[in-house]
């Protein structure tokens, strides 16, 4: 049977060549040298946590890690007492189910990458960006305000990758109102903005996005 530090070594390595092409990973190397590596308990659990709360797709947050990132630094900020309003943007890529059929599945995947690549570079690096589902994406504009948000979505409009339109919902909240809850009402917003989309004779969505703020 294999002894445990075979077991830490073997899964070590292949958390290595899965973080190998990412430069947000760690280097798991203990002995670059020797090219040995040896993991403990304690790291190996960091690094499936850290998976746990990314996307594998795009490498952003997913539903867990944009929560806890999002509660970690509105704890840090009302510490020191510099939490401001925080605005939620809901952002619907339009099309996914057409542009996987034009595209196929790998193609899709693509301009998946090159929608999120966009978003992270359209937002502050104070913002949080998530991935919340196949053809959902979330950011948490941090103290921010209703202008503050209107630049952000106009930068992510403005650099929109081939292919890609969104159909936008926002809204700014009091840093005391509940988050999670405050995530839902954005979302079952942004599944009724469907309704006020252009659609063809066949009731079908043409691709034309709407940007809807909420009161």
């Given amino acids: ?14 958390a290595d060549r899965e973080l190998g092409d990412n430069p ?3 280097n798991l190397l203990s002995d670059p040298e020797l090219g040995s590596i040896v993991l403990n308990e304690y790291e190996l659990a960091e690094f499936y946590k850290g998976n746990s709360r ?5 490498n952003l947050l997913n539903r867990t ?3 806890e990132e999002f509660n970690l630094i509105s704890s840090n900020l009302e510490r020191l007492n510099k939490f401001s309003n925080y605005s939620l943007i809901a952002l619907d890529l339009i099309g996914l189910k057409r542009l996987n059929k034009q595209f196929g599945h790998s193609g899709a995947d693509e301009i998946i990458k090159n929608a999120c690549n966009s ?5 502050r690096k104070t913002d949080l960006v998530s991935r919340w589902g196949g053809d959902e994406f979330i950011v948490v504009g941090i103290n921010t305000e209703s ?11 403005n650099n929109l990758p081939e292919h890609v339109k969104y159909c936008i919902v926002y809204k700014i909240f009091d840093p005391k109102s509940p988050f999670i809850d405050n ?9 009724k903005t469907k309704d006020l989309r ?11 996005g709407v940007v809807v703020e909420l009161d």
């Fill in 24 to 26: 947000k990973g760690r």
């Fill in 198 to 208: 252009p659609h063809d004779e066949n009731g079908r969505v043409m691709g034309s």
């Fill in 54 to 58: 990314r996307d594998t797709l795009t």
């Fill in 1 to 14: 049977m294999d002894s445990k530090k075979d077991i830490e070594t073997s899964a070590a390595i292949n």
């Fill in 65 to 67: 890690g944009v929560v």
């Fill in 119 to 123: 978003l992270e570079s359209s937002v």
């Fill in 147 to 157: 202008e503050g948000t209107k630049r952000i979505i106009n930068e992510i409009n």
């Fill in 183 to 191: 995530l839902k009402n954005i979302l079952n917003h942004l599944e």
